[in-house]
């Protein structure tokens, strides 16, 4: 059975404070998974790694590519860094292809009626899109891909792609029913789901892998944030239901309302577990996300033709068919 360190990581993101970082002693080396966001971050793994007497040759596992999450990767020095795919892929791309790709989620910002002044500082306010130095940096590492099966030192590990969150995240099997998670699920927290790239459905991506991890029967779930999870079942079954409702709000907007709606205006609309009372209240990466999350919601929708999308001077309206 395989021994897992949980370290609780402070990141600079108020409304999260902490990361869980863990660590796996792996005979010749240590397994950390999601190193933390700074320079801070590295340096509380490596005393951690002195303190226990562990191992300083070091294999870099990330469960998704979000920077509080990797950034911390690069001050570790570490022999090896996996990641999924998919997030591999988004981030290359990220990086080869920038300034375009910073170009093409402002677009879809504007699709989703976004007003200019708003969209044109995605890469000024957005947590990721402001911080390509983070990914460039991870990119010149060479990321490997995460196989099914990972071997590291005298560790096996059983990796299942679980979309959603991210394209490419993961969750990862230590033995005995306990799966590190990510932010696929979390304890006290929703995990944001956010659309990024019209032609993807994340939210029809990320109920799959809840049912995947409900098939999988976990025992115990180590999140990316906050408490580890002691009843996963209940607590996948409470986002199920939590993403159920948020469809439903979504439809009962649509139809209270005697025109179509915009991505932006439907966002501004739903309800939001934060501090400020009022859409205007907002801070700009708060309006990203919310709206990121609104237009999986409403992607979900238009695959299943439960709304209509029309477009007009360019901005996505949606209407409900149900
Ligand atoms: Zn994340
Ligand atoms: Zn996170």
Same mark, same amino acid.
């Given at each position: ?5 949980? @370290? ?37 793994? %490596? ?54 790709? *910073? ?34 940096? *991870? ?14 030192? !005298? ?39 956010? @659309? ?12 799959? !892998? ?27 079954? =409470? *986002?199920?239901?939590?993403? =159920? ?8 907007? %649509?139809?209270?309302?005697?025109? +179509?709606?915009?991505?932006? +205006? ?10 400020? !009372? ?14 990121? =999350? ?11 033709? *439960? ?16």
């Amino acid at each position: 059975m395989l021994h897992v360190y949980r @370290l609780e990581n402070p990141i600079p993101i108020p409304a999260l404070k902490t990361l869980n970082t863990y660590l796996i002693p792996c005979g010749d080396r240590t397994l950390v998974i999601d190193p933390g966001m700074t320079v801070e971050s590295a340096s509380t793994v %490596l005393e951690k790694i002195r303190e226990e007497g562990l191992p300083g040759t070091i294999t870099v596992l990330l469960t998704h590519f979000h920077v509080d999450h990797v950034a911390a990767t690069p001050y570790l020095d570490p022999e090896e860094v996996y990641m999924h795919e998919a997030d591999r892929n988004h981030v290359i791309r990220m990086v080869d292809e920038w300034p375009r790709a *910073l170009e093409s989620m402002e677009d879809l910002f504007l699709k989703a009626g976004m007003p200019h002044g708003e969209a044109s500082l995605l890469g000024k306010k957005h947590p990721a899109m402001s911080r390509i130095d983070v990914f460039r940096k *991870l990119r010149n590492m060479g990321p490997r891909q995460a196989p099914p099966k990972l071997t590291v030192g !005298s560790c096996e590990l059983e990796i299942i792609h679980t979309p959603g969150h991210t394209p490419g995240s993961i969750s990862i099997h230590i033995g005995g029913g306990r799966w590190i998670v990510g932010d696929t699920v979390l304890g006290d927290i929703t995990p944001n789901i956010a @659309l990024i790239n019209w032609e993807t459905d994340p939210l029809g991506d990320y109920l799959g !892998s809840l049912q995947r991890l409900l098939r999988v029967e976990p025992r115990i779930m180590y999140p990316g944030h906050r408490s580890v999870i002691g009843d996963p079942e209940e607590r996948i079954k =409470e *986002l199920i239901l939590h993403h =159920e409702r948020r469809l439903r709000e979504i439809i009962d907007i %649509l139809s209270s309302s005697p025109v +179509q709606l915009n991505a932006y +205006q439907i966002a501004s609309r739903m309800t939001w577990d934060v501090a400020y !009372s009022d859409w205007s209240d907002f801070p700009l990466s708060q309006k990203y996300f919310a709206v990121a =999350e609104a237009l999986s919601h409403l992607k979900y929708l238009v695959v299943r033709g *439960l709304a209509g999308l029309s477009t007009r001077n360019g901005v996505y309206y949606f209407k409900p068919l149900v």
